[in-house]
């Protein structure tokens, strides 16, 4: 199961690109909405969320939780206390966390990110505590994965295939999806 958590003002291609690029590959994936049934994306297309946070059920089901970034998005979500108590159940499970865009600051301000490998969008560098910061466009570093931005979402959609199911996969779905 993949939770992507959605906050007013997300980013919708880095929500909705890896998502679609996650159920092509065969990934159960839940949109959870933070802040509310109904979320505004930062370009003000409301999005449906599959269910809201305060039906999220925590459980070894989850192999990866996702957070979209955009502004004010990811303000909505580092503000969240359920955000980060899924965030902090899937480092102890050692299930895959991955940020895009503005949201890796959400696990760099948590200390996640430290000694670990890192891309985000630029100006949120110093957000990223303790991160060596490598400027690509996706990252995986161990369980966590980050991305650059809303250009970087197909590559971030596939490093995250790739983490659930393997290179071949990821390929498979980027050459049907005309990618490569």
């Known amino acids: 199961m993949v939770y992507i958590m959605l906050a007013d003002g997300f980013e919708i291609v880095e929500a909705l690109a890896p998502a679609d690029i996650l159920k092509r590959a065969g990934a159960k994936v839940?949109?959870?909405?933070?802040?509310?049934?109904?979320?505004?994306?930062?370009?003000?297309?409301?999005?449906?969320?599959?269910?809201?946070?305060?039906?999220?059920?925590?459980?070894?089901?989850?192999?990866?939780?996702?957070?979209?970034?955009?502004?004010?998005?990811?303000?909505?979500?580092?503000?969240?206390?359920?955000?980060?108590?899924?965030?902090?159940?899937?480092?102890?499970?050692?299930?895959?966390?991955?940020?895009?865009?503005?949201?890796?600051?959400?696990?760099?301000r948590m200390g996640l990110l430290k000694g670990r490998k890192a891309t985000c969008f630029p100006g949120f560098e110093n957000d990223l505590i303790g991160a060596e910061l490598t400027g690509l466009k996706a990252v995986r570093d161990g369980q966590f994965i980050t991305g650059k931005g809303a250009g970087a979402a197909l590559e971030f959609g596939f490093a995250l295939t790739e983490a659930l199911y393997g290179k071949a996969k990821a390929d498979e779905v980027a050459v049907k999806m005309m990618y490569k």
């Open 30 to 108: 839940v949109t959870v909405g933070v802040t509310g049934k109904t979320v505004a994306a930062s370009c003000g297309i409301k999005v449906e969320a599959d269910i809201t946070k305060d039906q999220l059920m925590l459980s070894d089901d989850i192999e990866l939780l996702m957070l979209p970034g955009g502004m004010p998005g990811t303000n909505n979500l580092d503000a969240d206390s359920t955000v980060h108590k899924a965030i902090e159940y899937c480092v102890s499970k050692g299930k895959f966390v991955a940020a895009i865009c503005a949201a890796p600051k959400v696990l760099g």
